[in-house]
């Protein structure tokens, strides 16, 4: 049975809870599935000025493949419906045009550290795939009685970049 990870409103996200699709109205799983409604202004500001800051800094940093950046699957589907190619369940590869949903800067994907011109850009594609994760899994006494707390879902996207020299 396919389940949804529902985030109630007015609750804590320790309280999310796992949904079978019968029990979501049909009006929610036809946006889950194809999203209509836009990414808040605010929101989208914020997950572009991330993306941009981890991307120099891979950039900049010659090491490591990858990075996270904390955002939800849900603007994942927003911004990339109908955007990239999907290579396995919820990994995509994408082209430097699939991020025109971002608020980036045209040479987001170049950083020059030197002043002779010298740097490096990305390597398209690049790997993005929506990733969950849990907080720590932690107790607390209930009756006298230690029992599992609650525990939050952690929502991200791990982005796998590849890098070559750049020269202006």
């Keep these: 049975i396919q ?9 804590s996200e320790y309280e999310c809870t796992w949904e ?13 599935s194809t ?5 808040d202004p605010d929101t989208l500001q914020e997950i572009s000025d991330e993306f941009r800051t981890a991307v120099q800094a891979r950039l900049s940093q010659r090491v490591g493949s990858h990075f996270y950046i904390s955002s939800t699957f849900d603007s994942f589907r927003r911004l990339f419906h109908n955007r ?37 850009a990305v390597s398209f594609p690049i790997k993005v795939t929506p990733t969950l994760r849990w907080s720590k899994k932690c107790y607390r006494v209930v009756s006298g009685s230690l029992v599992e707390a609650p525990r939050r879902p952690l929502e991200s996207w791990k982005v796998e970049i590849s890098t070559a020299r750049y020269h202006v």
Excluded: C
């Design 35 to 39: 999203p209509k409604i836009e990414i």
């Design 3 to 11: 389940k949804y990870l529902v985030k109630w409103e007015s609750y």
């Design 20 to 32: 079978p699709w019968f029990h979501l109205p049909k009006i929610i799983l036809d946006d889950f």
């Design 84 to 120: 990239g190619t999907e290579v396995q369940k919820g990994r995509k590869l994408l082209q430097r045009d699939d991020f025109s949903g971002l608020l980036l800067p045209e040479d987001w994907d170049i950083f020059v550290y030197t002043k002779l011109g010298e740097g490096r």
